[in-house]
């Protein structure tokens, strides 16, 4: 039986970044896998989906390429939708050739991987296939999988989701995405801009709810003009297979009973934390619906086993598995002292224009403080944004009564991008005219950031 410093369940970002850290201050490391290194980041979900979205942002804008002068797209060309999603594998292979088994086993990472996946002995013993290993701490990063359809009766009908889309060669006819959020809106105008007829189908009150309602009720209206179909207040009690391969769906709007016939369906229904097969009980780890549970510093009931990402957290991002992995690891090593601090967490959703975020939303700082203020500024209003005929859009601050920073919610090109100044700037509490202070290049899309500080500012002193 080999012994480890440290063994790592779970070989997507957040199991990376935790074994290569380890890695390089010194541990013997194994990294533990049941399918492909990179996980669900590399192979079904960041990888592949960026990559499709910019082929369908380009072929949006070469259809309508008049508006810039230019001549339109030749309509006798027809898409091959199977090329695309070649395109689409080869930029995954290419990102997966740097995480093969071989770079990390040169770099002196014990490498085990087993259809069967981990499964704990004890607190400090894991089988993986036929071996037994022994490690001093685990890290688990197992990370999450979609939640499947209601069905009843037969089999369940030919469901997509985001791990077994990329398969796919022919373009459906008509989709429905079950759940309007990130997955739905980017891939749902994705495939709408690709010549698909798609609905959107949200228990809600509106789709995007976990965002700003100014942002949620723009990226709305962008959608329903491309030609997306959104039902709110919806659910879907069932869905049934039939003779010719499609799918009937029944579902209920506002008490209403209704159906629907088309081609495919894809589940978006939310996440399920991976914690079957890995016998957390034989551990000592306590675990719920919700995933492994974990105390500030990412320590599970086992004093020794610390879990990180999906499996863990309802914050599910790439970059804070990235993050838990280092502030994880940092906790063995030195004893627990670095917190699990989700207080200023970013995120984006690359529908087209791009949301961005960070902080607390309008809605949310309300509820938190007795005085708020707001300020926002339209796209429209900065130059660079008017040179690239993408004014649709705007960026919206929130302050305390002292004008600290409490967020900022953004939609509009690249907004992922220059949302990242305002995360900067809360997590170092800069007074807000030191970021209006700033010099910005002109023209730049993040020069929006310096406008809406000095406008704000301008306000006030009038």
């Not at 797209?73 to 292979?93: G, I, K, P, S």
């Not at 999906?310 to 063995?332: C, G, L, P, W």
């Not at 224009?353 to 900065?382: D, Y």
């Not at 944004?385 to 953004?410: C, N, P, W």
Request: net charge negative; hydrophobic share 40%; aromatic share 8%.
């Amino acid at each position: 039986m080999k012994t480890y410093d440290l063994a790592v369940i779970g070989a997507g970002s957040g199991g990376l970044v935790a074994a290569l850290t380890a890695n390089r201050n010194g541990y013997k490391v194994a990294m533990l896998e049941k399918d492909k290194i990179g996980g669900e980041c590399t192979h079904a979900g960041c990888v592949p989906s960026k990559t499709l979205l910019s082929s369908a942002k380009l072929y949006h804008a070469m259809q309508n390429a008049r508006r810039l002068g230019l001549p339109e797209l030749d309509q006798t060309n027809q898409l091959e939708f199977a090329r695309v999603m070649e395109h689409v594998n080869d930029v995954v292979q290419s990102v997966y050739q740097n995480e093969q088994p071989v770079v990390f086993e040169d770099q002196g990472i014990d490498v085990y991987i087993h259809a069967d996946g981990a499964e704990f002995l004890s607190p400090t013993q894991i089988k993986i296939g036929d071996d037994v290993i022994a490690a001093s701490n685990t890290i688990i990063a197992t990370g999450s999988s979609p939640r499947m359809a209601p069905h009843s009766g037969g089999e369940m009908p030919d469901v997509l989701t985001n791990n077994n889309f990329w398969d796919i060669r022919d373009l459906p006819s008509s989709v429905v995405f079950l759940g309007g959020g990130v997955i739905s809106v980017e891939l749902g105008q994705a495939l709408a801009r690709f010549g698909a007829e798609v609905s959107i189908i949200d228990r809600n009150s509106r789709i995007l709810h976990v965002v700003d309602q100014q942002v949620g009720e723009l990226a709305s209206e962008v959608l329903r003009r491309e030609g997306i179909k959104i039902l709110t207040n919806s659910h879907v009690v069932d869905c049934q297979s039939l003779p010719d391969g499609k799918v009937r769906l029944f579902l209920e709007q506002d008490g209403e009973k209704k159906e629907m016939v088309v081609e495919r369906i894809f589940a978006a229904l939310g996440r399920i934390p991976n914690t079957a097969g890995l016998a957390l009980e034989k551990a000592g780890i306590a675990y719920n619906e919700y995933g492994i549970e974990t105390n500030e510093y990412l320590q599970t009931t086992a004093a020794n086993i610390y879990a990180i990402g999906d499996v863990a957290s309802r914050a599910k991002f790439t970059h804070m598995a990235s993050y838990q992995a280092e502030v994880a690891f940092e906790n063995i090593i030195s004893g627990n002292h670095v917190l699990n601090d989700l207080s200023i967490v970013p995120w984006a959703i690359f529908m087209d224009p791009e949301i961005g975020h960070v902080g607390l939303n309008e809605e949310q700082a309300r509820k938190k403080f007795e005085k708020v203020n707001t300020f926002q500024v339209e796209t429209g209003s900065i130059d660079r944004f008017k040179t690239e005929s993408e004014t649709e859009g705007f960026v919206k601050i929130v302050l305390d009564e002292e004008d600290h920073i409490l967020g900022a919610d953004a939609i509009g090109k690249h907004a992922g991008e220059w949302i990242q100044f305002f995360t900067l700037a809360i997590k170092l509490r800069l007074p807000i005219h030191e970021l209006g202070d700033l010099i910005f290049i002109y023209p730049t899309f993040s020069e929006i950031v310096k406008k809406v500080v000095t406008r704000y500012l301008r306000t006030k002193s009038t």
